[in-house]
């Protein structure tokens, strides 16, 4: 089974070998093309004419163009097979595929029947290639052949696959509350830590790192540990506390991050334990942020208020190049577009209150933003969604689309008690990403 | 009729209640408003009847370092308004050894001078604060000893009372050579003089964190009306003791942020029989809460009958660099002086009362003194201390029953010192100057206080 990562950007590679770059590349790379490529490739040789025939479109979620993308997909594995290989224009089952394959004039020398699904916020493509038996009289007289390869990838939705389903209606969105024993909380990270396919919720307050999940109205905390246990003291603290923590996945359990002002950053195991390949992260106080698929940290400048480093977690070294000098909150996605294309989307606002905004080479700025933030393609339009609190006056919950010229307003949630935390959750269950938020003794799920 | 019915007084108990109610009501009725980050900068400025020339952190007598202690200064730990100790300038609790317990302390802290924290630092200043008054309250923590490693190894074996003993701000760390005209240390402000001022400016070491604020400007007021003068005149933006001079400055509002130390009456040998355990504090208890009402000092309790001064007319020394106290000293002063047992208040250089304390060459004289902690021991131990040392360092060791639990009052009842005043941070401020508590809960955590025109985004 192979898990296919968003496109690795060149910028990333970049990144890699120590360039610093700016805030918001593009990189032109297509989902539905890279994962056709990956099952091309996991198939090995197949024979020149082979006949592509994707199923009909199986999803956990209302798709009126279903048949388009199934079709789109059996077309974009045939061109990355090459040679002769041809594309069924509809997709129809598996029994229609086998008697397409020998129909007509052009006979195919076997057919890949490749079933797409879109499932749990992920495009899922099985595709098996089954030799065709040329003589009618033996396909009469024996069972159908099995199949001799097989593939299968699997992908996050993004806006590409998600023009082809039902629109995500931001300005529908439910919230549901539940309640939590954490105390005051600083941050929260939300993404599959335990490796089991479901998200965790992380809060952190600034004793102890809290990982559970919600059920039945309230935080179910599965595992604590103290703040004390994961970091030591910074040399010279923010007078106010701020901590940030970051989930990276994995398939055999994801990692922590975490880290607070007045304490060095910690990576750790879905245990809350440090494992030793990563003990060398322990020691510099900063906080982790997520940038794309990347950790990157934030280097705290206590006796200014704020931040003005981005930097290579384990090594220190410059990592990215923040949009302002002097930052109070921070947030990074990379947003897939409708045609495939990922940009770096960077949200960083200054102590004035002013949120700075940069995609690409198109940057804007808006006053009077909280210092709670999170950007994120949240109804996976291809358009970037800022999700931000309020300055001054009452709190609230304010979800804003960053349109050509400026920031639509998509959903705005009053929170009198004020907003501690916010975060994104990976697609579940459902099909998009969630928000979630800290408010007072109380998670928001928004979805 | 009517003058037959009781009189509907609340009694204290309710009158704290229904204040409680109020507050609580206020907070309730306040909108939570959006959480943004605290923003850095502004000035604040404030004139003080008491001396700021130089700050001790280590004398029971310093009423800088009693006021102001914690904006330079930094204990191994910190203890909180629950009474909690937590690590301060230290990276964890005591931990025990075969000798005693060891002490581990950060990495990196640095002084506001830039000089890095270091195990003979805290030696010295433990060293310090015991010649400074602090021996019986350090008792706890046995011998101190710097190891081949740099480490701290204390002799003290009880981890909770070595925690608690280094907790006090009066066992607070400076570095070593440390000299209290130019005091240095980790606390959210560096300190330097301009003029007659103490200005604190950030201090980007600070252990704690640095403050908030720029920049907190700290006059030597000439008398207790300066204050209020420039408080009223919008020139300061606290004012001591009252909210303005002539009349309160419009929209000021007082604050009280409790009690800190206290105004005590020694007797000297000069005082002749008079001279007793117990004498000072029946004096002080004699003394009419309304003669003292303009200094802030609050009548807890009703006067005790008493017939004042009857020793030989004598001279009531005081310091004659702090105005508040000069000031309580005439009223003390009239308020004992009986015919021919006349006492006649004597401001002095702080080194001539200092020398007159250790030879207890004198008749009466007003002082000050700062409880080590917020605990009746705490209180107990400071006011013994002021006493005797020697005596204090004995008695801390073995309070007797009841003495430690009792007031401050009531130890005075045991010693040659008495309470005459509660020493309090009060005064006037504007509204949109929010005083944050310390971190033990009285006093004002000068640190986090944020300049009213930076609200929070």
């Not at chain 1, 590349?25 to 990956?38: H, Y």
């Not at chain 1, 269950?429 to 007072?440: E, K």
Request: net charge neutral; with cysteine.
């Amino acid at each position: 089974m192979r898990r296919l990562r968003l496109p690795r950007p060149a910028t990333l590679v970049l990144l890699g070998v120590g360039a610093v770059l700016g805030p918001g590349v593009a990189r032109a790379e297509s989902s539905l093309t890279a994962s056709a490529r990956a099952v091309a490739h996991d198939l090995g040789t197949v024979p020149r004419a082979v006949l592509v025939v994707a199923s009909p479109l199986h999803s956990d979620v209302a798709a009126p163009r279903g048949d388009e993308l199934a079709s789109r997909m059996a077309s974009l594995v045939a061109a990355a097979l090459g040679g002769d290989a041809r594309a069924e224009d509809r997709p129809m089952p598996l029994a229609d595929a086998r008697a397409r394959s020998h129909a007509g004039t052009l006979r195919a020398a076997a057919v890949l029947f490749v079933d797409v699904r879109v499932e749990g916020g992920e495009l899922r493509l099985t595709a098996d290639l089954f030799p065709v038996v040329a003589n009618a009289w033996d396909r009469v007289r024996a069972a159908p052949p099995p199949p001799v390869a097989h593939a299968y990838v699997h992908a996050p939705v993004a806006a590409e696959v998600r023009s082809y389903l039902a629109p995500v209606r931001l300005e529908g969105a439910r919230v549901s509350k539940f309640t939590h024993d954490a105390g005051p909380v600083l941050a929260m990270a939300c993404g599959d830590l335990e490796g089991a396919g479901g998200n965790d919720l992380v809060l952190v307050s600034r004793r102890e790192v809290v990982v559970g999940h919600l059920e039945a109205g309230r935080f179910v905390a599965a595992r604590r540990a103290p703040a004390a246990s994961l970091g030591r003291r910074a040399e010279v603290p923010m007078r106010e506390p701020v901590a940030s923590a970051a989930i990276v996945a994995g398939e055999r359990g994801g990692v922590l991050y975490v880290g607070w002002t007045d304490r060095g950053l910690a990576a750790v195991g879905p245990d809350l334990t440090a494992p030793a390949h990563l003990a060398a992260m322990t020691h510099a106080a900063s906080l982790p942020v997520k940038a794309g698929d990347e950790v990157v940290c934030l280097v705290p400048d206590s006796a200014a208020g704020g931040f003005g480093r981005v930097v290579d977690c384990e090594a220190g070294g410059p990592r990215l190049t923040p949009p302002v000098p002097l930052f109070d909150a921070w947030s990074a996605a990379d947003i897939v577009g409708v045609d495939g294309a990922s940009v770096r989307v960077v949200a960083a606002r200054d102590p004035s209150a002013v949120l700075h905004l940069t995609r690409g080479d198109e940057s804007f700025a808006v006053s009077d933003v909280g210092a709670q933030l999170a950007v994120a393609d949240l109804d996976q339009d291809g358009v970037p969604e800022v999700v931000s609190t309020m300055a001054r006056g009452e709190d609230a919950l304010v979800v804003s689309s960053w349109e050509q010229g400026g920031l639509a307003p998509r959903l705005r949630l009053s929170a009198p008690g004020g907003v501690d935390a916010v975060a994104v959750c990976p697609p579940e269950v459902d099909d998009a990403p969630s928000v979630v938020a800290a408010v007072g003794s109380e998670i928001w799920l928004v979805r | 009729m009517s003058a037959d019915r009781p009189a509907l007084r609340p009694t204290r108990r309710q009158a704290l209640v229904a204040a409680g109610v109020l507050v609580s009501q206020a907070l309730l009725a306040r909108p939570i408003l959006a959480r943004g980050r605290i923003a850095l900068g502004g000035r604040l400025s404030l004139r003080v009847p008491w001396p700021v020339a130089a700050i001790d952190p280590h004398r029971l007598d310093d009423a800088a370092a009693l006021f102001f202690g914690l904006c330079l200064f930094d204990s191994l730990y910190a203890v909180d308004a629950s009474g909690a100790i937590s690590p301060a300038l230290a990276e964890s609790l005591p931990e025990p050894s075969p000798t005693g317990v060891s002490v581990a302390l950060r990495e990196g802290v640095r002084f506001a001078s830039g000089k890095r924290l270091t195990a003979r630092d805290v030696s010295a200043s433990i060293a310090r604060a015991r010649a400074s008054g602090a021996n019986g309250w350090l008792d706890p923590v046995g011998a101190v000893r710097v190891t081949r490693s740099g480490a701290l190894a204390l002799g003290g074996r009880a981890v909770d009372r070595v925690a608690r003993a280094l907790a006090s701000p009066l066992t607070a760390i400076v570095p070593e050579g440390f000299a209290p005209e130019r005091p240095d240390g980790t606390g959210p402000f560096a300190a330097r003089r301009q003029g007659d001022a103490l200005v604190l400016g950030r201090n980007r070491f600070a252990a704690q964190g640095p403050s908030f604020l720029d920049e907190l400007s700290i006059s030597p007021a000439a008398d207790l009306g300066a204050s209020l003068r420039a408080f009223e005149s919008g020139e300061d933006d606290l004012g001591w003791l009252g909210l303005g001079l002539h009349e309160p400055r419009r929209g000021a509002v007082p604050f009280d942020a409790g009690l800190l130390g206290w105004a005590i009456l020694r007797t000297g040998d000069q005082a002749g029989r008079w001279n007793a355990p117990g004498v000072a504090q029946r004096l002080a208890d004699g003394i009419e809460p309304a003669r003292l009402a303009h200094l802030g000092v609050r009548a807890d309790s009703p006067a005790q009958p008493d017939d004042g001064w009857g020793g030989a007319p004598t001279a009531l020394l005081v310091r004659a660099d702090s105005p508040w106290l000069v000031e309580l000293a005439r009223a003390v002063a009239v308020a004992l002086s009986r015919p021919g047992h006349e006492v006649t208040v004597s401001p002095v250089a702080a080194a001539e009362l200092g020398a007159a304390r250790s030879s207890r060459a004198y008749g009466l004289a007003l002082d000050l003194v700062r409880p080590f902690d917020q605990t009746p021991l705490g209180a107990y131990v400071a006011l013994v201390t002021s006493e005797d040392p020697v005596r204090g360092a004995q008695l801390a060791r073995r309070p007797p029953l009841g003495g430690a639990a009792g007031t401050p009052r009531v130890t005075g009842r045991l010693l040659r010192v008495g309470v005459v005043a509660d020493v309090r941070l009060q005064g006037g401020r504007m509204p949109d100057l929010v005083l944050p508590p310390g971190p033990s809960g009285v006093g004002v955590d000068f640190g986090a206080i944020v300049h009213p025109r930076l609200r929070v985004l």
